[in-house]
């Protein structure tokens, strides 16, 4: 497994939260991909490694997307929300990934 080359308390930290909404529903039972927020300093390799550690399923392929945070103001000052990045998860044929589940 690909998860011996980094340690495990970082591949903890990768994966922020799974995304749940219309979207990444549509792209779960068309792609059969799932989608995570995940650190905005993690890689391909390590996403995959903390997958395939957290959830015992094997990945086959990572897409990341980097979204720039939306520009806000208040009055005359103006900000910006952090920026985030999302990871694709293709998982093998025959793996699944089931959040609707209550945890054990």
Partial sequence: MSALKFSEERLMKVLLAPVISEKATMVAEKN???VFRVTTDATK??????VE???KVEVESV???NREGKQKRSGA?????NHTKRAFVCLKPGQEINFSE???
């Fill in 32 to 34: 059969e991909q799932i």
């Fill in 45 to 50: 390799p390590e996403i995959k490694a903390a």
């Fill in 53 to 55: 550690l957290l959830f």
């Fill in 63 to 65: 897409q990341t997307v």
């Fill in 77 to 81: 000052h103006t900000g910006r929300r």
């Fill in 102 to 104: 209550e945890a054990k």
